[in-house]
């Protein structure tokens, strides 16, 4: 299949969010999982909010004459991060996921990211195959986490809604556990009203983007994850990620009534520290 490569318009978002609907609910149905997004329309919402913010790439998939795909390069942050990257079902495995791949990650490189990052479904084999491939090491497991809200509060942490004002202490706190930083996510999601701080001694010890799917949070402890945790009304989405390896956070989670809903895979190219606190990732990192 002859693939031709284009930015994205305005006008794609309805074909693009069709297509990563399909996708996704194609390959979660064939593992029997749910589909990671309800229905076209919210994935066609989802996909015009990220063409129009200047803080994402987009790259659209043509074949013979018509769209079979997309992908997006998340670069807000000095690591980029890729997708959602989806390709008509009926057209899977003919080339245009790797053209689409290969583009963003030429983007990436050229603009001089220190690293770029993804997340993939566990249970999808072929998808951990291609990136492989490409050069993206696995770095981490993650329990995706699902239920009632836990609603629990902890003495002594304080939990508000995150301000501008607040964005340099906790770029700080993000770059002693990561070793780089995530304020542009953060800022956004300021604006939008999502994000979150934990106090502890008058001062920040944690905080999250939100704690969901698209969210990410960072904390000294896994206490200070506990807390935003527990202060969050829902989980927006799929649900929110825990790295298996941190066992604590992840029984704590499921002795408080969560279930895991999937597994997911972080995977790297470039620049990765070892995690020095505690943390959740986001579906892109």
């Known amino acids: 299949m002859a693939v031709r490569l284009r930015r994205g318009e ?62 997006f390069l998340d670069e807000r942050n000095a690591i980029s991060g890729v997708g959602p990257i989806t390709v008509d079902p009926d057209l ?42 490409l050069g993206f090491a696995p770095r981490e497991q993650l329990a995706c986490m699902q239920g009632a809200a836990i609603a629990q509060t902890f003495p002594g942490y304080a939990v508000r809604p995150a301000t501008a004002a ?25 604006i939008q009203g999502g994000a979150t701080v934990v106090e502890r001694a008058g001062r920040i010890t944690g905080y ?19 807390a935003l945790i527990g202060a969050a009304e829902a989980y927006l989405g799929p649900g929110f990620l825990i790295p298996t390896r941190n066992h604590a956070l992840l029984k704590w989670a499921l002795q408080s009534g969560l279930q895991i809903t999937q597994t997911m895979t972080l995977m790297a190219i470039g620049l990765y520290s070892e995690p020095a606190g505690a943390w959740l990732p986001s579906v892109t990192y």
């Open 208 to 226: 999250a983007t939100l704690i969901a799917f698209f969210g990410h949070a960072v904390g000294e402890t896994n206490d200070d994850l506990k």
């Open 10 to 71: 305005a006008a794609d978002a309805g074909v693009i969010g069709d297509i990563c609907y399909r996708a996704f609910k194609h390959i979660a149905e064939a593992h029997n999982f749910p589909p990671d997004l309800p229905n076209g329309e919210m994935a066609a919402g989802f996909m015009g909010g990220m063409m129009a913010h200047p803080g994402f790439y987009d790259v659209v998939a043509e074949a013979d004459g018509r769209i079979v795909g997309s992908n």
């Open 166 to 190: 607040d964005i340099g202490a906790c770029d700080r706190l993000c770059f002693e556990v990561h070793g780089h930083t995530r304020g542009g996510e953060l800022a956004d999601a300021i």
């Open 92 to 133: 899977q495995n003919e080339g245009a996921g790797r053209a689409l791949m290969a583009d963003v990650m030429r983007r990436s490189e050229e603009r001089g990211f220190a690293g770029i990052r993804l997340v993939q479904a566990g249970y999808h084999s072929r998808s951990l195959a291609l990136y492989a491939k």
